[in-house]
């Protein structure tokens, strides 16, 4: 089974608007990171945003919010004001055990594509 | 400060030959982590290093990779006698492992390995 989902091969939005990319993930492990990372067309991976499994709110950096719902084991990366330079690809990725040096787990990707 | 570094940024060998590929953590990251990036199989774990811990192997898909990290800093991933299939980008990684940050993973530019 998938450890981690992005349904959404790739999104057009236009430019200013908010964006929603979906992330379902799997674990049995009570102790858990989410992560995104975003990857321009440079092909670095550049780190966005954080979620601990056993933070109690939804974490914000700037224009980046996760969407944290445990119960339904989701983790969506929500960038509001969306600007042409947000073009590019999203990963959600999760580790999972106490925290430390783990592996992460990657979905799939999304394209994020923003339109003037 | 700097980042992760990695060299060569290309790389194209001939089938059958060796490569090394050199990874360059950021000063005082304890953990270190490769993962490969290809087109059909999206970005996999292929091993990581914490402190003077026995390195986590379980993601190496064959015995023809190999890795070190000699001094607990500089890391090279080696592949012996290429084949096509070996061909994508290998990115490194190093994280504060173990602190209260989620251990964030934080990426290099890559190394683009075409094997002809």
């Known amino acids: 089974a998938q450890k981690i989902t992005q349904t959404q091969p790739g999104m057009f939005v236009q430019e200013k608007e908010a964006v929603t990319l979906d992330c379902t993930y799997d674990?049995?492990?009570?102790?858990?990171?989410l992560f995104w990372y975003k990857q321009p067309s440079s092909g670095e991976m550049i780190f966005l945003i954080y979620?601990?499994?056993?933070?109690?709110q939804n974490v914000t950096e700037g224009r980046y919010s996760l969407n944290f719902q445990k119960s339904r084991k989701s983790a969506n990366l929500v960038i509001s004001a969306s600007q042409l330079g947000d073009s590019a690809m999203y990963f959600c990725?999760?580790?999972?055990?106490?925290?430390?040096?783990?592996?992460?787990?990657f979905g799939q990707g999304t394209r994020l594509t923003i339109n003037p | 400060g700097a980042g992760v570094s990695q060299s060569p940024s290309n790389k194209v060998t001939e089938k059958g030959k060796d490569v090394e590929l050199r990874c360059d953590p950021i000063s005082g990251h304890t953990a270190l982590y490769w993962y490969r990036q290809s087109l059909g199989q999206g970005l996999e774990f292929l091993i990581y290093?914490?402190?003077?811990?026995?390195?986590?192997k379980s993601g190496l898909p064959s015995d023809r990779f190999s890795a070190e990290r000699t001094g607990g800093s500089v890391s090279t991933l080696t592949i012996q006698r290429t084949q096509q299939e070996d061909s994508a980008v290998y990115l490194c990684a190093s994280s504060l492992a173990g602190l209260a940050n989620g251990d964030t993973q934080y990426f290099g530019p890559g190394t683009r390995l075409t094997v002809l």
């Open positions: 990725a999760m580790r999972e055990g106490q925290r430390g040096a783990q592996k992460l787990v």
């Open positions: 979620q601990g499994s056993y933070d109690q």
């Open positions: 674990t049995s492990d009570p102790s858990y990171g």
């Open positions: 290093f914490q402190g003077n811990s026995a390195p986590d």
